[in-house]
């Protein structure tokens, strides 16, 4: 009998999982590296019962259906997603027979080795590349290859032939504004004269809780809501102390806890930004207190493929290390309710890394914890180009664009609260329509049209699926007031609100929302409509002439989604009896 090593080296049995044509925009080549140099690769397997696991998601999160709130437990979604005994036996086989030693964590093996071995394993050619414009070198392979005998155990292994960047959500409209003294005083005045006050020069706790009707004080006992930082950025307990004593003096003396994870760090003196990681924590406390919050700061950076709107360096946030890691602890250690305030293209994420994210998004709504993500910050789009043939088309977002997070696009004014100008939105490439947001998305698509018709997928997931206010908010970062615009800031407002309505559904002893979209589109009734502003983009592309906008319009629109919270309409949804105060 020939051995498994016989049988899986022979090149001409190989398939090639994933190639990159030539070196990707913008990178070069530095050299070849060492055989001798170390490398820490990821393989994801095929799970049994993926489908089996979307249906029982579906069910524990439609209202009205009988396992609705039945969220499973680490061990129940374990075993939906467990690979055949075969495919592990197989794949760590494969692996030994190279003298390398590897890790099983249900339906993920990892593994390090020397380049040369990955080299012989993977029929890669690793080398060190480095972007034109900075950034550290990434070690990467134009393409990859397994044994034809293992193509239907292996998802993808990772990483391998991914360059990109990734950043936080954040309008590249208004950014950052650092106030002066002066303005910083006028901010202050202003407030102690109208606290709730919301006009377009700044938004405050106040006002949130004003325009959102949130009255209601949580108990703190069981719950806890979370925000994932990346990048190295680090929320900051003397900032938080001074937000709250300036502008949040309800919550004084409230303070965050920090998880750790893959190497991630909590520098308090750090020279790097920290206005995202600060913005979270600031804004979720503002709608949420005083429920627990917790950071989890992780490290590392992860390769994707450079676009004509992310061409590097490669920087991307590590989701994999990230979501794994929460899918490990156990239930009682979950947040109910986790923000991220980070994304990209989707365009620039390989498919298959995709959703096996989106699945991972899928696992932990599974478990009852609800994912809510920025929509972004580009309208339709930046370039409007499809990488793949250069043709004119629109950029959706990832992760915003799974459909196991709830995506937050932004707002701005009052009276009437618009769509903001640079809230990103539209339709998935990867994923189709969820039959809970069918009727909504499609009187939206039925009211337009053909209209931009030949530059998105109709029949695909719409995002976002809600929205808050997102412009000039009042941040204090590094001891100074600044005023920061973007979905960043939506996504923790969204998520304090979401926060308290888990904390009064525990109050009642019924479990938390977990996903949410369901639940929401079954509920849009609850929402303040948005039916003016635009989210545009698309202005440096020669094929719209003006640029290209999305519209905001009652019901349903990839501006505002659903539309803005109302507090106490969502609180009697979701718990009835509850009182709003």
């Not at 293992?150 to 998802?155: C, H, K, Q, R, T």
């Not at 190295?232 to 806890?257: C, H, I, M, V, W």
């Amino acid at each position: 009998m020939r051995s498994l090593f016989v049988l899986f080296a022979s090149a001409a049995t190989a398939k090639v999982m994933d190639s990159v044509a030539a070196v990707p925009k913008g990178w070069a080549e530095v050299r070849q590296a060492s055989p001798e140099e170390p490398v820490a690769l990821r393989v994801g397997l095929k799970q049994q019962h993926a489908a089996a696991l979307e249906r029982a998601v579906l069910e524990i999160s439609t209202p009205g259906h009988p396992n609705y709130g039945m969220h499973l437990s680490r061990n129940e979604v374990r075993a939906y997603t467990a690979p055949k005994e075969s495919a592990v036996t197989s794949v760590t086989g494969w692996l030994a027979n190279s003298g390398v030693k590897s890790t099983v964590n249900n339906d993920w093996i990892t593994f390090k080795t020397d380049v040369k071995t990955a080299n012989d394993l993977l029929g890669a050619n690793f080398a060190w590349y480095q972007y034109e414009k900075g950034g550290s070198p990434k070690l990467r392979t134009l393409s990859y290859s397994v044994p034809d005998e293992l193509v239907e155990n292996i998802d993808l292994i990772q990483p391998t032939t991914r360059f990109g960047q990734l950043g936080a959500k954040r309008s590249t409209i208004f950014e950052i504004l650092p106030l002066e003294p002066e303005e910083e005083d006028d901010v202050k005045a202003a407030m102690a004269v109208d606290a709730a006050d919301c006009n377009p020069s700044r938004v405050t706790p106040a006002c949130i809780r004003s325009l959102y009707n949130i009255k209601y004080t949580a108990p703190t006992e069981g719950n806890l809501v979370a925000f994932s930082s990346y990048l190295e950025e680090y929320a900051r307990y003397s900032d938080l102390q001074s937000f709250e004593t300036q502008y949040l003096p309800a919550a004084k003396g409230q303070n965050f806890s920090v998880e750790l994870v893959n190497g991630g760090k909590n520098e308090q003196n750090s020279n790097d930004d920290s206005g995202e990681a600060n913005l979270d924590v600031q804004y979720i406390l503002a709608a949420s207190y005083p429920v627990p919050i917790l950071e989890y700061s992780t490290g590392g950076r992860g390769p994707l493929e450079p676009t004509h709107d992310q061409p590097g360096p490669s920087s991307n946030e590590p989701y994999l290390e990230f979501l794994t890691y929460l899918l490990d602890q156990e239930d009682s250690a979950l947040p109910q309710t986790l923000s991220t305030s980070y994304g990209e293209e989707e365009q620039s994420v390989p498919a298959e890394y995709a959703l096996r994210v989106c699945n991972l998004f899928m696992q932990l709504g599974a478990r009852g914890v609800s994912v809510l993500f920025s929509s972004g910050d580009s309208g339709p789009g930046d370039s409007c180009i499809r990488e793949s043939d250069q043709a004119p088309y629109f950029q959706p977002s990832f992760p915003a664009g799974c459909p196991y997070v709830t995506s937050v696009g932004a707002t701005y004014n009052v009276e009437p609260e618009q769509g903001v100008s640079f809230s990103s939105g539209g339709f998935s490439s990867l994923h189709a329509q969820p039959a809970w947001q069918a009727d909504a998305v499609n009187a939206y698509l039925d009211s337009i049209g053909s209209t931009y018709s030949a530059y998105f997928n109709s029949s695909n997931r719409g995002f976002p699926d809600v929205a808050a206010q997102g412009s000039r908010f009042v941040v204090v970062d590094k001891g100074r007031t600044a005023l920061l615009s973007g979905t960043s800031a939506s996504s923790p407002v969204f998520a304090g609100v979401v926060a308290l309505l888990n904390a009064a559904r525990k109050s009642q002893g019924q479990p938390p929302l977990g996903f949410l979209n369901p639940w929401l589109y079954n509920n849009s009734a609850a929402l303040i409509d948005i039916t003016s502003g635009y989210g545009s983009g698309c202005s440096g592309n020669s094929a719209f002439r003006n640029g290209a906008r999305w519209n905001a319009t009652a019901g349903w629109d990839p501006v505002t989604g659903l539309g803005t919270p109302d507090f106490g309409k969502l609180l009697a949804a979701a718990a009835p009896g509850v009182e709003n105060a």
